[in-house]
């Protein structure tokens, strides 16, 4: 069965510090990857996303990723974090060759300390 | 971007009382639409698939009779839920995609409570 794993449930991380979120998935095909960010009581920004190509992805907010196959992972990454980072991080796959329904992961919630 | 809202953002309501739930697609036409829960800090778990024109996909264990989908133009999906009890309290987030598009667009969610 399709399934997303984000190992941490809770990161802190200091303003202006670097941040890696990781994300496994399993699936057999080929994915369609996302990363989706939801603040408190909103909905979801869609951050980026990976279809094919380039394994290294570039998002909004200077966010990255990058897929592995060889990994099954699909890791969020930002070289600075600023305050306004803080909030609830999804990593989705996409179930089918149209990318429709989204299986997500348990989310890792993002703290940033002074 | 691609636009989605929602409508209401927030009810409350007495048990047994539908509430009815609208997702529109602000600037594009939106042939499919999603239906997530999200229960307090939990993921979002699907629960029904709708096709403009056509009836719902509805997940396992979700009660079709329950969660009234109704996607009956290209811009516009609706949720009802009938007779709400207290346990169906709860974040309700719609997202659409358009024809040949792979990325689905979210609103910004809307949160139901039953009393």
């Known amino acids: 069965a399709q399934s997303v794993t984000q190992p941490d449930i809770h990161i802190t991380v200091s303003e202006g510090a670097s941040l890696e979120l990781r994300c496994n998935y399993s699936?057999?095909?080929?994915?369609?990857l996302f990363w989706y960010v939801q603040s408190p009581g909103q909905g979801l920004q869609l951050l980026l996303k990976?279809?094919?190509?380039?394994?290294l992805v570039q998002g909004i907010k200077g966010f990255e990723a990058e897929f592995k196959r060889s990994q099954s992972s699909f890791n969020l990454r930002k070289p600075s974090v600023h305050w306004s980072d803080a909030a609830e991080y999804f990593c989705?796959?996409?179930?089918?060759?149209?990318?429709?329904?989204?299986?997500f992961g348990k989310g890792t919630t993002l703290s940033v300390s002074s | 971007g691609a636009v989605v809202s929602q409508h209401p953002s927030r009810v409350i309501c007495k048990s047994g009382t539908s509430v009815k739930i609208e997702c529109r697609s602000l600037?594009?036409?939106?042939?499919?639409m999603f239906w997530y829960r999200q229960f307090p800090k939990q993921s979002l778990m699907l629960m029904a698939t709708?096709?403009?024109?056509?009836?719902?996909?509805?997940e396992q264990g979700v009660e079709k009779d329950k969660f009234l989908i109704n996607h009956a133009s290209l811009t516009l999906s609706t949720l009802t839920v009938t007779s709400a009890h207290p346990e169906d309290s709860s974040f309700y987030i719609c997202?659409?995609?358009?024809?040949?598009?792979?990325?689905?667009?979210f609103g910004p969610g809307t949160r139901l409570l039953v009393l």
């Open positions: 699936y057999g095909a080929t994915p369609y």
């Open positions: 709708s096709n403009e024109g056509s009836k719902a996909t509805y």
């Open positions: 989705a796959v996409g179930l089918n060759q149209a990318g429709t329904a989204l299986i």
């Open positions: 600037d594009f036409q939106a042939t499919t």
């Open positions: 990976y279809f094919s190509g380039d394994t």
């Open positions: 997202s659409a995609r358009g024809l040949r598009e792979e990325t689905q667009y």
